[in-house]
């Protein structure tokens, strides 16, 4: 990658940035997309960066410029020698969020001796604005297994790097899990990462197993329910429309995790899940909120 196009963005822009491939439906090279948080002093003065193998098209500049309403795109052509990964992770550091210590590769030294550590390669699981969602829900986790809680079948869906997915295991290890994400390339990202951090894959207790599906869409999570524990970090549209299949997908007394939410949305996302009977056990504070919630007994 030799070209850079950086825009400045709210916090929000960055949480909505879609897909490179979709965005640039007709490129037979689309250029990456990460986005960051510079100044943590500054929550919602974030950048996206677009990082292209050519010199960028005024039409794809024209693309650029609708992920962030008062953003003026800023072209660097990088020396052809320029690590833009290592670039673009330079500035990330490790999430602590309970007992979990999540880093890059950059970051291996930093690990603590007495932290659950995971390695996740950054522009897949960071710099998407999902720190808060992403800490919210290990803490989530972690403050589940404190209160005693136990687990024995559990659902990731969206996983996007199968994060979730193995904090959960990590915490209840003779639990069977699946995870799943729309997105193929995310569940071939999750199975690379299971590999990294020692996840064992399969069907039986104490693995994990992968799909590629649409919610609750697929043959495997049928075949799999009902489910103790749900863990979904999405957005709030696709929570509130999956209320329904969700609810018929848990056990009674299932515990649920809900993020990718801001805390203006919250209550419409309660709403929709009260509906199907469950009550809320907690709700973090802060503008991203995470919701634990539980099915009726």
């Known amino acids: 990658m030799s070209w850079r196009v950086t825009l400045h963005c709210t916090r929000a822009e960055a949480e909505a940035l879609p897909e490179s491939a979709d965005l640039f439906a007709h490129a037979e090279e689309p250029p990456v997309i990460v986005a960051d948080e510079p100044d943590p002093s500054e929550p919602d003065d974030w950048r996206i960066h677009a990082y292209f193998a050519e010199q960028p098209t005024t039409q794809e500049l024209v693309l650029l410029r609708r992920l962030a309403a008062n953003g003026e795109p800023e072209i660097e052509h990088l020396e052809d020698t320029t690590d833009w990964v290592t670039m673009s992770q330079s500035g990330l550091g490790p999430i602590r969020a309970g007992r979990f210590f999540v880093h890059t590769p950059m970051h291996y030294a930093d690990r603590l001796g007495n932290t659950v550590n995971f390695e996740i390669d950054a522009g897949l699981a960071f710099g998407t604005g999902q720190h808060d969602t992403t800490a919210g829900c290990l803490a989530a986790l972690d403050q589940l297994e404190v209160s005693g809680k136990r687990f024995a079948n559990i659902a990731d869906i969206g996983t996007g790097t199968g994060l979730l997915a193995f904090a959960a295991m990590a915490l209840w290890p003779q639990a069977k899990a699946i995870a799943t994400d729309i997105d ?114």
Not at 184 to 202: C, F, H, R, T, Y
Not at 213 to 230: N, V
Not at 253 to 270: C, E, F, K, S
């Open 184 to 297: 193929e390339i995310a569940v071939q990202v999750s199975e690379e990462n299971a590999l990294i951090n020692g996840l064992k894959l399969g069907h039986g207790a104490g693995q994990l197993l992968l799909a590629v599906a649409d919610g609750m869409d697929h043959p495997l999570i049928k075949a799999r329910a009902p489910y103790d524990l749900l863990i979904a970090n999405i957005l709030a549209g696709p929570l509130i429309e999956l209320a329904p299949a969700f609810a018929a997908s848990v056990a009674h007394g299932a515990t649920l995790i809900l993020a990718g939410l801001l805390d203006t949305q919250a209550d419409a996302v309660i709403a929709a899940y009260e509906a199907e009977g469950m009550t809320v056990i907690e709700r973090s504070e802060g503008e991203w909120c995470v919701l634990v919630l539980g099915a009726a007994t």
